[in-house]
Every structure is written in C-alpha cells, then in structure tokens.
Nanobody, 114 residues
Framework: VQLQASGGGLVQAGGSLRLSCRASGIVFRDNTVGWYRQAPGKQRELIARITSDHNTNYADSVKERFTISRDNVRRTTYLQMNSLKSEDTAVYYC?????????WGRGTQVTVSS
C-alpha cells in the first residue's frame, strides 16, 4: 500500500491550496481516507476524513474552510483548503487503514504567511 501526497507549498493568508493523495495497492473505493496535519511542537491531528460512501467529517478548526473529496477512478483523495490562516501551517499527511494496519503518505508542507 502506498499513499502519495502532493500539493503543498507557500501561500499568503487568505489564499487557497489543494492537496492530493493518490493511493495504490488497495481497493481504494472501499477505504476511508483521512487527512492529518502536524505543526511544529504539536501532536498530529485529524482534520478531515471521507468514507467509502463519501460521508465526511471535519475538525472544528477547518470546518467551513476545507473540503475533502475523493475520485475513485483516479484513486485520489483531495483536500481543498480555502481562507488559509497562519495557524494552518503544518506538514499534512494522508492516511488509510487496511485490516487494522495504518498507512501514511509522505507529508507535504503547507506554509501560510501572514
């Protein structure tokens, strides 16, 4: 199982970015995928999750600003991030679970300048 995250970068406050997470080695359409982030000195936190039937959940800190979606044909999960704030600066990771084992993509850095 491999998860490949991309799309991070440097953006000004108020701007937008879209992260992508492409999966291989799994029956992608059957899996829940989550986006996490870890800021310097802080624990990794779950910020958005999408189930196989497209139900979504968000952390309060990103609700109304971030949107998670999935394209099962492209085996890719997206995280559209709007109205970015300096406190969104972190390394972002995608995650899935297969038979009780966690899989993580390599993180992608998002830096929001104020």
């Amino acid at each position: 199982v491999q998860l490949q995250a991309s799309g991070g970068g440097l953006v000004q406050a108020g701007g937008s970015l879209r992260l992508s997470c492409r999966a291989s080695g799994i029956v992608f359409r059957d899996n829940t995928v989550g986006w996490y982030r870890q800021a310097p000195g802080k624990q990794r936190e779950l910020i958005a999750r999408i189930t196989s039937d497209h139900n979504t959940n968000y952390a309060d800190s990103v609700k109304e600003r971030f949107t998670i979606s999935r394209d099962n044909v492209r085996r890719t999960t997206y995280l559209q991030m709007n109205s970015l704030k300096s406190e969104d600066t972190a390394v972002y990771y995608c995650n899935t679970n297969l038979r009780g084992r966690e899989y993580w993509g390599r993180g992608t850095q998002v830096t929001v300048s104020s």
